[in-house]
């Protein structure tokens, strides 16, 4: 199963988050599109944000409207925080490597099959020196 991550302070969520997610999960066979709210963006903490819960909430009811099942709402950058006991920057990296540790092997690569059929039309690469 291949999964990817959307996220976003989604403040407010809107057609086209969800229309490129659709375009993405077509292009790529993707599964499961988890969106996911940042709790506190490093590059927006001058900014007002809408409470956290409130931008969640949007999320699950657009995705709810949305109506396609690879759709899935998040909250691993508030369950990260919280398990740190503080509200601080919610950083890319350490949301992939927790989602990583929390995926089976089958959610991170696609079957053997594709992969194959991947590396048929990867170009070569031709080193001149």
Known sequence: MNTCLFGGTFDPIHNGHTAIARAAAD????KKIL???????????SKS?????HR??????????????????SAIELEMNQEKGKHGSSYSIDT???LS?????????PPAEKRAARRKKAVPVV???
């Open 127 to 129: 080193a001149a020196h």
């Open 49 to 53: 944000l809408t409470a956290y819960w």
């Open 56 to 73: 969640y909430a949007m999320v699950a009811l657009a995705l709810r409207d949305a109506d396609d099942k690879r759709f899935i709402p």
């Open 101 to 109: 540790r929390s995926l089976k092997k089958s959610d991170r690569q």
């Open 96 to 98: 992939l490597e927790r």
């Open 35 to 45: 969106f996911a709210p940042s709790d506190v963006p490093p590059h927006k903490q």
């Open 27 to 30: 292009k790529f066979d993707l």
